[in-house]
């Protein structure tokens, strides 16, 4: 297990220095003129413009003047400092406010997955076939087919506007009872997927020998779902909810869009929109290093819900 671990962590070295190179090349390379997209119409003077070429190494052109501004931002990540936005703003203080907003968010969507979609995918897939199983199949295809740019309007007008269960928007400081309703929306694309996977996997599991065998012993069929069907059935849901916890905080730029959510997603589309590519590279540096470790954790996992699994 140490030895994966060690092989594991060192992919993930090479991957995170890979990934951040080409968003880098992708956030810089061809990119018109930052300082003019920052300020939009406004004109920029040539004090203004002569200090943030100099700040940010615009001056240095080329394939030379690439790695070059690429390694001075790789020795200052080492050193655990992101940088400065092209606003003057340091970006781990813009990802410090940002982060515990984003987190809670992407937990409460992690959480509906879990506690909605897990278990109505274990009733579903233990009564296969009745009335239960075949609406909750409807359902999900249902939520499935719609993208959340569309979801996220929609529920944020019924929910929000008209019936108003819930606020319409989080605001600044938002409350765990505004960030539900995000969550739900968030979460839905994955509480859908974890539904139909989770009943899908405890069905095979109910027609495996080992669970025949078992019911031959005289278990009660509670005792063989709870612990043996249920146990190898969570394997493929948990590396989904590993996975999926990344995405969710990477990928809450409509959500956190839609509802005024100040958080890491709604500053990566403001990033991108500007061209401000110290900001953008930061960001998704950080969302990177997320991503990776929560793959790392769901592999290590796998030998806690299956003894059989060994990595050597």
Same mark, same amino acid.
């Given at each position: 297990?140490?030895?994966?671990?060690?092989?594991?962590?060192?992919?993930?070295?090479?991957?995170?220095?890979?990934?951040?190179?080409?968003?880098?090349?992708?956030?810089?390379?061809?990119?018109? %003129?930052?300082?003019?997209?920052?300020?939009?119409?406004?004109?920029?003077?040539?004090?203004? #413009?002569? !200090? &943030?070429?100099?700040?940010? =190494?615009?001056?240095? @052109?080329?394939?030379?003047?690439?790695?070059?501004? !690429?390694?001075?931002?790789?020795?200052? &990540?080492?050193?655990?400092?992101?940088?400065?936005?092209?606003?003057? +703003?340091?970006?781990?203080?813009? /990802?410090?406010?940002?982060?515990?907003?984003?987190?809670?968010?992407?937990?409460?969507?992690?959480?509906?997955?879990?506690?909605?979609?897990?278990?109505?995918?274990?009733?579903?897939?233990?009564?296969?076939?009745?009335?239960? %199983?075949?609406?909750?199949?409807? &359902?999900? /295809?249902?939520?499935?087919?719609?993208?959340?740019?569309?979801?996220?309007?929609?529920?944020?007008?019924?929910?929000?506007?008209?019936?108003?269960?819930?606020?319409? @928007?989080?605001?600044?400081?938002?409350?765990?009872?505004?960030?539900?309703?995000?969550?739900?929306?968030?979460?839905?694309?994955? *509480?859908?997927?974890?539904? +139909?996977?989770?009943? @899908?996997?405890?069905?095979?599991?109910?027609?495996? %020998?080992?669970?025949?065998?078992?019911?031959?012993?005289?278990?009660? #069929?509670?005792?063989?779902?709870?612990? =043996?069907?249920?146990?190898?059935? /969570?394997?493929?849901?948990?590396?989904?909810?590993?996975?999926?916890?990344?995405? *969710?905080?990477?990928?809450?730029?409509?959500?956190?869009?839609?509802?005024?959510?100040?958080?890491?997603?709604?500053?990566?589309?403001?990033?991108?929109?500007?061209?401000?590519?110290?900001?953008?590279?930061?960001?998704?540096?950080?969302?990177?290093?997320? !991503?990776?470790?929560?793959?790392?954790?769901?592999?290590?996992?796998?030998?806690?819900? %299956?003894? +059989?699994? #060994? !990595?050597?």
């Amino acid at each position: 297990m140490l030895r994966f671990i060690v092989r594991r962590l060192l992919q993930m070295v090479v991957a995170f220095f890979g990934t951040t190179l080409i968003v880098y090349a992708l956030m810089f390379a061809g990119q018109g %003129d930052p300082i003019q997209a920052l300020a939009g119409e406004r004109p920029v003077s040539a004090a203004q #413009r002569a !200090y &943030l070429t100099e700040k940010y =190494h615009l001056d240095a @052109t080329g394939v030379g003047g690439f790695f070059y501004r !690429y390694w001075d931002y790789l020795t200052n &990540l080492l050193k655990g400092n992101l940088g400065q936005s092209l606003t003057g +703003r340091p970006i781990g203080g813009i /990802l410090a406010d940002a982060w515990p907003v984003t987190v809670e968010l992407a937990f409460i969507a992690l959480a509906v997955a879990v506690v909605l979609g897990v278990t109505a995918g274990v009733i579903a897939g233990i009564r296969r076939g009745s009335i239960f %199983d075949n609406s909750t199949l409807l &359902l999900t /295809l249902l939520v499935l087919g719609i993208p959340t740019i569309v979801l996220a309007p929609l529920a944020q007008y019924l929910l929000g506007v008209k019936w108003q269960i819930f606020p319409a @928007t989080a605001g600044a400081d938002p409350t765990v009872y505004a960030l539900l309703l995000p969550g739900i929306v968030l979460g839905s694309l994955s *509480l859908a997927t974890a539904l +139909r996977l989770t009943r @899908t996997s405890v069905a095979e599991n109910l027609r495996a %020998d080992y669970v025949r065998t078992a019911r031959s012993k005289g278990l009660r #069929r509670r005792r063989v779902v709870s612990v =043996h069907v249920l146990r190898n059935s /969570l394997i493929p849901v948990v590396t989904f909810l590993g996975v999926e916890l990344g995405n *969710l905080m990477s990928g809450a730029i409509i959500t956190e869009g839609v509802f005024n959510i100040p958080g890491v997603g709604f500053n990566l589309f403001r990033a991108i929109r500007t061209e401000d590519g110290p900001l953008v590279v930061g960001i998704v540096s950080v969302l990177v290093l997320v !991503y990776l470790l929560s793959n790392l954790v769901v592999d290590v996992l796998y030998a806690v819900l %299956d003894p +059989r699994i #060994r !990595y050597e």
